[in-house]
């Protein structure tokens, strides 16, 4: 063993959260506890994402023990060594008396530690209480966090630049552009507010087009808003053009609760299938998962199974459509929408497999998706489809993912650079004022 080359432990729960954590730590060593191994065939039947992820990393192992002795360590294509750890002495007896397997591999971690070079070695867990554990024997313990991004670090979608009066009263005539210089990074699809140097109140916006490195106005329609929705501050105009734009197949959408998120996606969802037809319907889905204690199934078919689930997708649709009293009396509502096959709901977990051209996409929630969940959503669509995903990384209900490794933050950072992608972060609440407090206070 190099005396440079590091030694990491890995518990189980760091495997079945990403499978191609095996390769995600270089030219080090990666030590597989052979207790991580019979938690793993525990998991294999699963039909959720951890079942995935186990069989995916046992399919893994096999391959690399036909190249060679896990016992002994097999080099990997990153040039790193994949290793299985048997416990060769007994628990540690400051674990206790209990057999559990949290003690087992925190005893393999220790005797890693021990054979090897004690300052070299790191036990990997995204168990919390496992790590302070560990950390009270000695060992150096740390969360798995590849692709982690700080919420206050997330890309905004948009940005403001000073100019002189001239350039902004420039931008406003039909046809302008504007070329920022050299200094200026700014991402594809990223907005841009063109303010005067003497007065920031005298401003102008626009849209960078990556391809011809110009910065383009925004529509003066989007102002007037699409099925009775005006946008209400900067944020949301940046928004609703983003919807609108044909050449953006991958909208993000980012904001607290109230921010108008979702009532703007359906809006120009509805617009561009019913007055537009570029789309053959507007589907929406969104992740399932209980706010407080589960209530328990539900009765009924797919649809009535999903309506507790959806409540919020048909209180917009029915705002959009601005029913009165007696339009709801009449029975009149979301239900025309699904009868004319304009709007569809589907359940996230029916959606592997599928190809689904000419359609727009609605994933609310997004924030409970894991980054495999994501991938594999967007890998979905088929030609002529756009697919928006909104949520909150702040309000999580998946016990799986938290606010820096959701899916929704994994794909606004892989596809910031990317020309069909765009991404907007809302900040200012518009529900209402105690909506607004309630987010900003509690």
């Given amino acids: 063993m190099s005396q440079a080359e590091k030694i990491f432990v890995l518990d189980t729960n760091v495997l079945l959260h ?29 039909m959720s994402e951890l079942g995935r992820n186990a069989r995916a990393v046992s399919r893994e192992l096999d391959g690399l023990r036909q190249q060679g002795s896990l016992t002994e360590g097999v080099s990997t294509e990153q040039g790193g060594i994949v290793q299985v750890w ?10 206790g008396t209990s057999n559990s397997m949290d003690n087992c591999i925190l005893s393999v971690a220790m005797e890693v530690k021990a054979a090897c070079l004690p300052q070299l070695t790191t036990f990997i867990s995204k168990d919390i209480n496992l790590r302070i554990r560990a950390d009270a024997l000695g060992l150096c313990s740390e969360d798995f966090e590849p692709d982690r991004t700080e919420i206050t670090e997330l890309y905004p979608g948009h940005t403001f630049l000073e100019t002189d009066a001239s350039q902004v009263d420039e931008f406003w005539k039909p046809g302008a552009e504007f070329r920022p210089s050299g200094e200026h990074s700014l991402s594809p699809n990223e907005y841009v507010q063109l303010r005067d140097m003497a007065n920031p109140m005298h401003a102008s916006m626009g849209r ?3 391809k011809r490195g110009v910065v383009l106005p925004l529509s003066r329609s989007i102002r007037e808003g699409v099925w009775g929705i005006r946008p209400r501050n900067l944020e949301q105009n940046y928004l609703l053009d983003l919807l609108l734009c044909d050449e953006v197949q991958l909208v993000t959408v980012v904001g607290k609760a ?77 239900q025309e929408l699904f009868d004319l096959g304009i709007l569809q709901i589907e359940p996230l977990t029916y959606i592997r497999g599928r190809s689904i051209p000419q359609q727009f996409i609605l994933v609310d929630e997004a924030q409970n998706l894991t980054p495999h969940e994501a991938k594999t959503i967007l890998s979905r669509a088929g030609e002529g ?58």
């Fill in 86 to 95: 048997m416990l060769r002495g007994g628990l540690l007896s400051t674990l």
């Fill in 208 to 210: 960078f087009d990556a």
């Fill in 385 to 442: 489809t756009k697919v928006v995903l909104t949520g909150d990384p702040y309000q999580i209900d998946n016990p799986y993912v938290d606010s820096t490794n959701n899916g929704l933050v994994h794909v606004v950072r892989r596809f910031r650079q990317e020309p069909i992608a765009g991404h907007m972060t809302l900040s200012k609440g518009e529900r209402s004022p105690l909506a607004e407090l309630a987010a900003n206070l509690l």
């Fill in 258 to 334: 109230g921010t108008g998120k979702t009532l703007l996606a359906l809006a120009a969802g509805l617009q561009k299938v019913t007055e537009e037809g570029k789309f053959q319907k507007l589907l929406v889905s969104r992740p399932v998962f209980p706010l407080g204690r589960d209530i328990g199934f539900l009765p009924g078919d797919i649809e009535e199974k999903l309506t507790p689930w959806m409540q919020p997708i048909f209180d917009n649709v029915e705002f959009l459509l601005n029913l009165s009293s007696s339009d709801k009396r009449e029975g009149r509502g979301s």
């Fill in 18 to 46: 990403d499978a191609c954590s095996l390769h995600a730590f270089g030219n080090n060593r990666v030590v597989i506890p052979i207790f991580v191994i019979e938690e793993l065939d525990q998991f294999k039947r699963d």
